[in-house]
C-alpha cells in the first residue's frame, strides 16, 4: 500500500528526494506499523520526536492505512 | 550597589533616581512593572492620559552572565485592552539598564506642549533632551542617528511614527547588538503611551553587559552554568531553536492543523512549507544572512535570524508569528514580502501580530484581496502618512473590525490572536481567553504540551485537561518573565527536573536569599493575581475571559472541531 510522507527540519537529509514539505508517495507493506515506515526510509529513530497521521499524534505503534498523511519532525519549539 | 528606580515626570520634565523601596527589591520583569502599575495607575484611567505609567524593567537576573536572561519587560495600561499589560522584549536594552543598577525607568505625567524628548541614561546620570529632530523618523533611522551621536554600543529604546501618532497598535522597540531596531516589547499599544509621553527614545549607555550586583559569585558561577548545560543538552533549547528558529514551527503548525488560514477559516495552508523555517534559513545564509542569532548577548538558544531582503536591507530577525501573520493568514506564500510587511512594522512602530491580524480583518472585508502581498505592503504604507486606512490599521483588529463590519475578528480583549487555532490547539484557546493580557501565546503557551510534546501530552483537540494545563503554564510563565530569562527557557524547564531548582539557585545566589521552588510559582501566581485585580477594578468581567463566537460556531478543517471548552471552566482558571 502507498502512504504520503513529508519530512521535516533536518529529517529530511536522510530521506533522498526528500524536501522539507515536499509529499513523497512511499510504498509500505500491509498492516505495517510507523515505526515499520520509519525503519524503511532509514532514518535513525532516536532523530524521530513527533510524527502525526492525517493530524493527529501518533506513537510508533499505530498501524497505517493506505493513503495516510504522515509528517515526521525532530524535537522542535520556537513560539 | 543601591538599587534605583529612574523617575521622569514628564509634565515637569524633572527626572530624578529614587532608592527602591524594600517592598520591590525582589521583584523584576513582569512581577515589578505589574506591581508598580497596579500600585500606581489608577485602573480607570484613560491610557493615553496622564494618570497613566510607562514602566520598563529589566529581568531579576538580567545583567548577569545567567545564560538567555537579558529579556526587558514594559508595562503600563494597554490602551489597546483597556487592561494591564506587560510586553517582552528581547535586545541589548535589559542588560544596559541592570548594569547601572536601574530596576525600572518610570515615564509618568504628561506634557502639556508638543515638544518631543529623548532620555538620556548614563552612568553618571539620566536627564532629558530635545528631540524634535527625531520625530516622523522610523525606528531604524532613530537607532541609528542615536548610534551615531551616543556611540556604537548603547541601547536605543524608541517608538516610530505609529507611536507618535497614538495609535493603539503601536508597539516599544530596542535594538539588537547589530543595531536592528527590531527587538519588539509590541503587544497592547504600549508605544502609544510611550507616545502620549512625548518621549521618542530612551538612550542607555552601560560600559559594562554582564556585571550586575552578585552577592555570591562563585555560587552563582556554578549555577548559571548548571543552567547553560541544561539549555544545551535540552533538544529543542539546545539543538531546534538554535538550527532553525522559532519559524521551525510553521510546518509543524501546519501538519497539527491547526495553522490559521485565510483569517481563521482553515487549519492549514497549502503554501506552509515556503514561509517555513527551513524556507527561511535556505534564503537567508544563500543571501549572506544568517540562520542563527543572538537577539542579545549571552543567549545560547540564538533562535534569532538575519533575513537579507531583495531591496538590499535585512529583516532581523523573522519569527513565527509574523510568518504566520503576513503569511498563512492572509494567505501570502512568499517570504521576501513577509519579510517585507514585518520591516515595515519595525520602522514605522507596529506590532507585527496584531497589524497581521488586522490584515486579515481588511482582507476578510475585501478591501485587499486575500494573497495580494503588494495590495498589503502598499496599505501598511499609508500608517507613516497617517492616512484614514493608515490609522484603521494602526487601530488594532478589532477596531478594524467595527469599521468594516466584519465579525470573523480574531481577538480577546480587544488584542489579536496569535498563530495557533484556539479550536484545534485548545489549551492555547484557554490562554488566549483567559490571561489578563488580551489574546497572547506566550502567555500560557499550552503548543508546548498539545502539539510539541514538550513538558507532558495534552489531546490538543479536547477539551479535557486544558484549563488545569493552561492555568499551570500561565503560572509558570509570570515567573519566568520576572526573572528575566527568555521564555524559551521553559521548553528545558518543563522536562528537566534540575531546571527550576537551578533558575531559583541562581536567584538566591545573586540576592542572598533563600527561595525555593514553591516560592517561584507563588510569586508566578501572585503577578497573575495582582495583573487580574487591575483588569477587575478597569470593568473587565467574566465576559471579557472568553473567545469570539465565530470560534464555537464554524468548524475548522482538517479536524473540523470548534472551540468547546465551557464556559464555567474558563471560569476556574485563576482558581488557585
Redesign the interface.
Known amino acids: 500500500m502507498e502512504v504520503e510522507v513529508?519530512v521535516?527540519?533536518?529529517l529530511e537529509k536522510f530521506v533522498p528526494g526528500a524536501g522539507?514539505?515536499?509529499a513523497i508517495l512511499v510504498q509500505v507493506p500491509e498492516g505495517a506499523t510507523g515505526r515499520k515506515l520509519i525503519e524503511q526510509l532509514q532514518i535513525p529513530a532516536d532523530q524521530v520526536?513527533?510524527m502525526?497521521v492525517?493530524?493527529?499524534?501518533a506513537t510508533p505503534e499505530q498501524v497505517l492505512r493506505p493513503g495516510d498523511r504522515v509528517?515526521l519532525?525532530?524535537?522542535?519549539?520556537?513560539? | 550597589m543601591v538599587f534605583k528606580f529612574l523617575r521622569v515626570n514628564t509634565t515637569t520634565g524633572e527626572v530624578k533616581f529614587e532608592r527602591v523601596p524594600e517592598k520591590y527589591l525582589a521583584l523584576g520583569g513582569r512581577a515589578l512593572t505589574s506591581q508598580l502599575v497596579s500600585d500606581e495607575v489608577p485602573p480607570t484611567c484613560d491610557p493615553l492620559g496622564p494618570y497613566n505609567k510607562l514602566v520598563i524593567a529589566p529581568g531579576l537576573l538580567s545583567g548577569t552572565n545567567a545564560p538567555s536572561s537579558g529579556r526587558l519587560s514594559v508595562g503600563g495600561k494597554s490602551p489597546l485592552t483597556g487592561g494591564i499589560k506587560e510586553a517582552n522584549a528581547g535586545g541589548i536594552a535589559s542588560q544596559k539598564l541592570a548594569n547601572l543598577g536601574i530596576k525600572a525607568v518610570i515615564l509618568e505625567g504628561k506634557p502639556a506642549g508638543s515638544d518631543w524628548y529623548l532620555l538620556k541614561v548614563t552612568p553618571e546620570g539620566a536627564e532629558l533632551l530635545p528631540a524634535n529632530d527625531l520625530t516622523g523618523k522610523g525606528t531604524y533611522e532613530v537607532t541609528a542617528i542615536c548610534r551615531e551621536r551616543y556611540g556604537k554600543k548603547v541601547a536605543v529604546i524608541t517608538i516610530g511614527p505609529a507611536g507618535e501618532m497614538l495609535v493603539p497598535a503601536a508597539g516599544v522597540t530596542n535594538n539588537d547588538s547589530d543595531g536592528n531596531s527590531s527587538r519588539y516589547a509590541g503587544r497592547g499599544g504600549l508605544g502609544a503611551v510611550m507616545g502620549a509621553k512625548k518621549i521618542k527614545a530612551v538612550v542607555v549607555d552601560s560600559p559594562t553587559t554582564f556585571d550586575a550586583p552578585v552577592k555570591e559569585p562563585e555560587r552563582f558561577k556554578a549555577a548559571a552554568r548548571k543552567f547553560a548545560q541544561i539549555l544545551q543538552s535540552h533538544p529543542v533549547t539546545g539543538q531546534g531553536l538554535p538550527n532553525y528558529g522559532t519559524n521551525v514551527l510553521m510546518n509543524i503548525i501546519n501538519e497539527a492543523g491547526t495553522l490559521p488560514t485565510r483569517n481563521f477559516r482553515f487549519g492549514r495552508f497549502e503554501k506552509a512549507s515556503e514561509v517555513s523555517g527551513e524556507k527561511l534559513a535556505e534564503v537567508a545564509v544563500a543571501r549572506g544572512g544568517k540562520a542563527t542569532h543572538a537577539c542579545h548577548p549571552g543567549c545560547v538558544m540564538r533562535c534569532s535570524n538575519v533575513y537579507p531582503m531583495p531591496d538590499g536591507k535585512v529583516c532581523a530577525p523573522i519569527e513565527y508569528e509574523t510568518a504566520w501573520c503576513f503569511g498563512p493568514n492572509l494567505e501570502i506564500g512568499d517570504l521576501d514580502v513577509i519579510a517585507k510587511l514585518n520591516y515595515i512594522c519595525n520602522d514605522v512602530g507596529l506590532d507585527t501580530i496584531e497589524t497581521g491580524c488586522t490584515l486579515g480583518v481588511l482582507m476578510e472585508a475585501g478591501v485587499i484581496p486575500f494573497g495580494d502581498g503588494e495590495g498589503a505592503v502598499k496599505a501598511l504604507e499609508e500608517v507613516a502618512g497617517g492616512t484614514p486606512l493608515g490609522r484603521i490599521i494602526g487601530s488594532g483588529s478589532a477596531n478594524a473590525g467595527r469599521v468594516y463590519g466584519v465579525t470573523r475578528v480574531p481577538a480577546v480583549k480587544g488584542q489579536g490572536i496569535p498563530a495557533y487555532d484556539p479550536r484545534a490547539c485548545k489549551g492555547n484557546g484557554v490562554t488566549y481567553a483567559t490571561t489578563p493580557m488580551g489574546a497572547d501565546h506566550t502567555a500560557g503557551y499550552a503548543v508546548t504540551a498539545n502539539i510539541l510534546k514538550v513538558g507532558g501530552y495534552v489531546d490538543p483537540l479536547k477539551p479535557a485537561g486544558q484549563v488545569e494545563l493552561s492555568r499551570n503554564l500561565q503560572i509558570a510563565t509570570a515567573a519566568i518573565d520576572s526573572t528575566g530569562l527568555c521564555l524559551f527557557v521553559a521548553f528545558a524547564v518543563l522536562d528537566d527536573p534540575e531546571g527550576l531548582p537551578t533558575i531559583v539557585e541562581m536567584l538566591n545566589a545573586q540576592y542572598g536569599l533563600n527561595l525555593t521552588a514553591d516560592d517561584a510559582l507563588n510569586l508566578g501566581k501572585q503577578v497573575l493575581k495582582v495583573e487580574r485585580e487591575f483588569n477587575l477594578k478597569a470593568g473587565f468581567t467574566s465576559a471579557d475571559d472568553r473567545l469570539p463566537e465565530f470560534f464555537s460556531l464554524e468548524e475548522l478543517p482538517p479536524h473540523n472541531v470548534v472551540f468547546d471548552v465551557k464556559k464555567e471552566d474558563l471560569d476556574q482558571v485563576f482558581n488557585f
Open positions: 513529508r521535516f527540519s533536518g522539507p514539505g515536499k520526536f513527533t502525526f492525517n493530524g493527529w499524534h509528517a519532525f525532530p524535537p522542535i519549539g520556537g513560539g
